[in-house]
């Protein structure tokens, strides 16, 4: 006979444990499938570890003591609008920090189309640039299989958990937002609600998929703390003690700090795709030609050599700044390769650098669009995956303000 050899009992309780765990999965739905395949650990440490259900804490509270629970990771939700054309201010300081953090968080990220047309646009122009930009989004590095990319019309929780909202959001509390003002001075007369209203659908946006972190830049600090308030205020409302909230209040998420690029026309102003002058910007999709002419009418100063923070010089720090994050060079390496230089010497290098940096993501773009089946298919799953998770919310919502819904309807 063949000796059988010992089997230590933890192993046999873990493989155990692993068989019911599999069996529990088969219950997920296709969200919660899709996060554990996005390597969600299992922890076998204690049978109370954390769950990732997408429920508020208040039913959280109400799950029996031995329920086995699946860590998650906290999740990351961030937008884009898809009017004019995604630029290289947008992947340097952002996108590139997303792509890189994409194992880290469970990440939602969409094309909010639903904001572009708080301002005039020409609808034509509009269906095009929402998958322009959803391709940019791929073709930058953001990977389907750890991140859920959307168009936020399609997921209509949006819209609808605006006007929900509406409905409990002072109005002073938009007439205090900074945006408003700027935008509204530069579309006159033909300023629309929606530009006053949209911090509440951004709020939405956020509040709807339970999320944990928001990248936000400087500008858009004071709409983190709008959503932060309105869920606040909700919650105090609606919620009943001893309940937990029906909405996180979502935190800012402070990321390693990605390249700030500014305009190519003036140094002190970010890089934005809304300014009139095309040629303050790099666009993502330019051509290395359109790259090299731009580059070299970009503006620059009388002094002599490259320098770094010198605040008479905001376009040189600009430049560098550019090079530095195309070439992935220290300081102190640009210095010794281009200090020396005067600005006729130095533009042709930069322009390469910046042709060769965009090129493989030029070449991925030019594939999505030339055959569009693979970027539908994500933004369908996408939709999916984050309509699961919305309308879980929305209904949680509706219930708090005490709305008759379909589910209370049945037999």
């Known amino acids: 006979m063949v000796a059988l050899k010992q089997v230590p009992l933890a192993s046999v309780l873990l493989i155990l ?125 953001i990977d389907p299989a750890k991140s859920n990319i959307f168009v936020q019309s399609h997921v209509t929780a949006h819209a609808e958990l605006a006007w929900l909202l509406n409905c409990v959001t002072p109005m002073n509390w938009l007439e205090r937002m900074i945006q408003f003002k700027e935008k509204a001075r530069k579309q006159g007369e033909n300023v629309g609600v929606g530009l006053f209203d949209y911090p509440v659908l951004m709020a939405a946006d956020i509040l709807l998929y339970q999320t944990d972190c928001v990248p936000v830049g400087e500008d858009q600090r004071q709409h983190l703390e709008l959503t932060r308030d309105i869920a606040g ?7 009943k003690r001893k309940m937990r909230p029906v909405f996180k209040q979502p935190t800012p998420l402070i990321a390693e700090e990605g390249a700030r690029v500014m305009s190519l026309q003036d140094g002190t102003s970010k890089m934005s795709k809304s300014a009139e002058n095309d040629n303050s910007r790099i666009n993502l999709n330019d051509s290395p030609e359109v790259i090299r002419r731009k580059i070299k009418k970009c503006k620059t100063d009388q002094f002599q050599g490259m320098e770094w923070d010198n605040p008479e010089r905001p376009e040189c720090t600009n430049l560098l700044t550019i090079y530095q994050a195309c070439t992935g060079k220290s300081k102190e390496a640009v210095l010794a390769e281009v200090g020396e230089m005067n600005w006729g010497a130095f533009k042709p290098v930069l322009a390469d650098a910046v042709v060769d940096h965009l090129a493989p993501i030029q070449a991925r773009y030019a594939e999505l669009m030339a055959d569009p089946t693979h970027l539908n298919r994500v933004l369908r799953e996408g939709a999916a995956a984050a309509d699961e998770v919305a309308q879980q919310t929305l209904l949680w919502t509706k219930n708090a303000m005490g709305f008759t819904t379909l589910e209370d309807l049945e037999p």
């Not at 219950?27 to 919660?32: C, D, K, R, V």
């Not at 205020?233 to 919620?239: A, M, S, T, Y």
């Open 233 to 239: 205020r909700f919650n105090d409302q609606f919620v």
């Open 17 to 141: 444990m692993m068989g019911a765990i599999s069996k529990l999965c088969c219950g997920f739905s296709q969200a919660q499938r899709k996060v554990l395949a996005r390597g969600t650990s299992l922890s076998t440490a204690g049978v109370r570890s954390v769950l990732y259900s997408s429920v508020p804490a208040s039913e959280e509270a109400a799950k029996p003591e031995t329920e086995i629970k699946v860590e998650r990771k906290k999740r990351v939700l961030s937008g884009v609008q898809p009017t004019g054309s995604l630029h290289l201010g947008n992947y340097l300081g952002a996108i590139r920090q997303w792509v890189k953090n994409q194992d880290e968080y469970e990440n939602f990220f969409c094309v909010v189309d639903l904001h572009a047309i708080t301002a005039p646009h020409d609808p034509k122009e509009l269906k095009k640039s929402t998958l322009q930009s959803a391709a940019l989004y791929l073709a930058a590095g």
